[in-house]
């Protein structure tokens, strides 16, 4: 009996079969001889919808272990004093760079030839099957006198990616390069093209990366980094990998492609092959108070990077380690007897920190004690400053002449790569505006949507629910731990320009041992938030002063799993956030008052140590630093010689908040719960309330396209609009947004609309009138523009 088509819909409860879908009986029925065509779908028109498979088999392929034997082909005969590392062909062994392959009728087929007829039609097959219909998307009419943004239209998608073109929110809509100027569009175009080597394997298709890893060889060995010995009875060698980095100029082009070559150290043991570690490194909020303090000077920002850093510390101890990957014979059983440091190495950071601050402190340079990576030189009137970060520095100041000398110096000791004007610092885009910097992780939140193929997700208008509570459920299914806590790394990262997701990760950091699917569904909510803004970062502004100013704020109880409450709090120079931190206090605490105490307590602690850091910058704070907090009773204790039943457990924060207010370092100061900034950092919050704080605190997204987020209302809008309950006014010239009438003003906006022919002038007109006699600002009537924030999810 011939078999009939049919369409399998799932497994009968009670039967043992399968639920078929019978296409020519149009019903359906329950068999158990069933045969499956996973490559056919029997509802498309198209005789492409079938893949052929063969053409899968025709793509010649390169196993492990030709690639392991092709890079044992780059090295040259070692010669009796170390490795040579000289450059050698690196064609298959008849002699013909390029594969090649018989078809059926005897003829010979280049194999690149191939690849590229498969690819092309592997493409028409996927744009056959996946992509969306073609058609033209026009604007409704009843928009008309509104200024909207639509999905791309046929002509708009052929000049985007072919991924744009097949996803309703391509990332295009929520990224773009129009702000920024042509030299720095060109140095973001660089650093967003050019792809890097994950692996060795990756490394060996490139002949840049080939030379690239000849050279650092090379240099090794000049430095006598090593020399080949047997290894001794007793000990063990480590192993090595390769690590792969583009070095750019600032106007985008490409410095040079470096390979560096990574010791394995976290096989070495303590006290045989290591002893002390500890090397300080510039901290985050350090970099950040830097720049901010030298963008309000207006000095010179630069930046320079050390040519193979680590080299250069001397190795006491005695270290083994395996011929790199790619430089080894067959036949060879020596090692590397290690006479220098090495990246990887667990004693390499100590070595090469105590050889730069002794090459700094003999320039004239002291170490800075509220900080240790970071050297300042002050003679007269001359100042400048030196923040290392491993082998990257970022040296500012205010004479140019003395930072050139410096520079010298330090090529002449060390040679040292001139990168000019801060660009790119650690994962960090420096952009530099006519109001200041501009510091975001554009790159590498665009690589994380990426890795995670969210890049065509929906995206969300903030980063957590509100009111959520994460908890261990063990009825939810587990998810795959090693992604879940290689995401959770990134984004905690990624929180050096983005205190707007400080608060969604926290919660989500504590369950990295054992994730569920509630835990990676949040996740993906914060990946979803970064989808609508890649490029968000923050304003370090030239105007503004040089005050010091925090929040303090708690999450009373914000635990559901410990009852512990939550510390959030926010440093604000000149405007700018450059501190900012959210977390899990140590203790439970018994009220509320309490918890915000607590939180003062750490707030406080941070202030102190920033007030001596930016001293010791130039910018000293001779004023109280005033502390905002919006519970009264806290502002009592740390006011008042407070003591009762309530505040004995807590008596050591009493007295060092106390303290601290006393000698008029610290003033205490009420505000409104609905401008506390540090809501941000203790609490999940919609998304007008958090598009609110984000502009007070100068977050931008620079690297948005204009009008993306909200649409501009212009004289009388349609009767059927559907109106969404987030309406506000933006002050254009400071970003501050000012709510009227609490959670009333869409009813009395709306009640103006009808209102309006009556009383003779416009909405507009109403809500400025309102807005005027309220306790905002004066400021002219062509400041401000109604928005209304387009709903992007629930």
Not at 11 to 29: A, L, M, R, S, W
Not at 260 to 286: M, N, S, Y
Not at 544 to 573: E, I, K, M, N, Q
């Amino acid at each position: 009996m011939r078999g009939k088509p049919g369409v399998f819909l799932g497994y009968p409860q009670g039967t043992k079969g399968y639920k078929i879908f019978d296409i020519e009986g149009k019903g359906i029925v329950v068999s158990r001889d069933v045969k499956f065509h996973e490559n056919i779908f029997p509802f498309s028109g198209s005789p492409q919808a079938q893949v052929d498979h063969d053409m899968f088999s025709l793509i010649p392929t390169q196993s492990v272990e030709n690639s392991h034997h092709e890079a044992r082909d780059i090295l040259d005969e070692a010669t009796n004093s170390g490795i040579n590392s000289s450059p050698q062909n690196f064609d298959n062994e008849d002699g013909h760079g390029a594969q090649e392959s018989n078809n059926e009728d005897g003829q010979t087929i280049n194999s690149e030839e191939l690849l590229h007829q498969n690819g092309d039609n592997l493409q028409h097959n996927r744009e056959s099957q996946n992509s969306r219909p073609k058609r033209d998307r026009c604007q409704p009419k009843h928009l008309d006198d509104f200024i909207v943004n639509l999905p791309p239209s046929v002509d708009h998608a052929r000049t985007t990616s072919t991924q744009d073109a097949s996803t309703v929110h391509p990332i295009t809509n929520y990224l773009s390069y129009d702000n920024f100027s042509n030299t720095h569009k060109v140095f973001l175009a660089a650093i967003t093209t050019n792809d890097e080597p994950k692996n060795f394997k990756q490394a060996m298709q490139d002949p840049k990366w080939i030379e690239a890893m000849k050279k650092e060889i090379q240099a090794l060995e000049l430095n006598d980094t090593w020399t080949l010995e047997s290894l001794p009875e007793g000990k063990r060698a480590i192993d090595s990998k390769w690590v792969y980095k583009i070095k750019y100029k600032p106007n985008g082009d490409t410095e040079r492609y470096k390979a560096r070559l990574v010791a394995r150290g976290f096989t070495q043991i303590e006290g045989e092959d290591f002893h002390d570690t500890f090397a300080p490194v510039a901290k985050l909020v350090t970099v950040r108070t830097l720049l901010a303090v030298a963008t309000k000077n207006n000095w010179l920002i630069h930046q320079l990077d050390v040519n193979n850093a680590f080299l250069h510390g001397d190795l006491h101890e005695e270290v083994y380690m395996k011929i790199p990957q790619g430089f080894s014979k067959e036949d060879e059983t020596r090692v590397c007897r290690l006479r220098k440091s090495l990246y990887g190495l667990k004693q390499a950071s100590r070595n090469w920190y105590q050889k730069f601050t002794t090459a700094l402190l003999g320039l004239g340079f002291y170490l800075s004690k509220s900080d240790h990576s970071l050297f300042i030189y002050q003679k007269d009137d001359t100042f400048i400053a030196s923040l290392i970060y491993v082998d990257d520095v970022i040296i500012v100041g205010n004479n140019s002449e003395k930072i050139q000398e410096v520079k010298k110096s330090l090529h002449d000791k060390f040679s040292i790569k001139d990168l000019g004007e801060l660009k790119y610092f650690i994962g960090i885009e420096v952009a530099k505006t006519s109001s200041g910097l501009v510091l975001s992780q554009r790159k590498y939140a665009l690589d994380i949507l990426e890795d995670c193929g969210m890049e065509g997700c929906r995206p969300s208008p903030f980063p957590i629910e509100q009111n959520i509570k994460l908890v261990m459920d063990d009825k939810e299914p587990k998810v795959d731990a090693s992604h879940y806590r290689r995401l959770i790394g990134r984004l905690l990262y990624l929180q050096a320009t983005r205190p707007d997701i400080a608060y969604s990760v926290n919660p989500l950091s504590q369950f990295v041992s054992d994730p569920r699917q509630n835990h990676m569904d949040a996740l993906s909510r914060i990946l979803r938030y970064l989808k609508a803004t890649p490029g968000q970062g923050i304003l370090l502004p030239k105007e503004g002063g040089t005050s010091l100013v925090a929040y303090s704020d708690s999450d009373w109880l914000g635990c559901p799993l410990t009852r512990r409450s939550r510390t959030g709090y926010l440093l604000l120079f000149g405007g700018a956030p450059i501190s900012w931190k959210t977390k899990k206090q140590s203790v439970v605490s018994r009220s509320s008052a309490e918890a915000e105490y607590r939180a003062m307590a750490t707030t406080v602690s941070e202030l102190i140590w920033m007030r001596w850091l930016l001293k010791e910058l130039g910018s000293p704070q001779l004023a109280s630093t005033t502390l905002f907090c919006d519970n009264q009773a806290a502002r009592h204790i740390a006011n008042n010689p407070v003591f009762h039943e309530r505040t004995k457990h807590v008596e050591m924060d009493c007295y060092f908040v106390r303290e601290r207010v006393e000698s008029k370092e610290i003033c205490p100061m009420p505000i409104d719960s609905k401008l506390q900034l540090a809501d941000l950092l203790t609490k999940g919050l919609g998304a007008a309330h958090l598009r609110f704080l984000l502009d007070k605190l100068g977050i931008r997204t620079k690297s948005n396209p204009r009008g993306k987020k909200a649409a501009v209302i212009r004289n009388n809008p349609p009767a059927n609009l559907e109106i969404e309950p987030s309406w506000r006014i933006v002050h254009n010239l400071d970003q501050r947004v000012i709510y009227l009438f609490g959670e009333y003003y869409a009813p009395i906006l709306i009640a103006a609309w009808m209102i309006t022919p009556i009383l003779a002038f416009s909405p507009f007109d109403f809500v400025i009138w309102i807005h005027l006699i309220s306790d905002a600002p004066k400021t002219p009537r062509d400041n401000y523009e109604l928005m209304v924030n387009e709903k992007l999810d629930n």
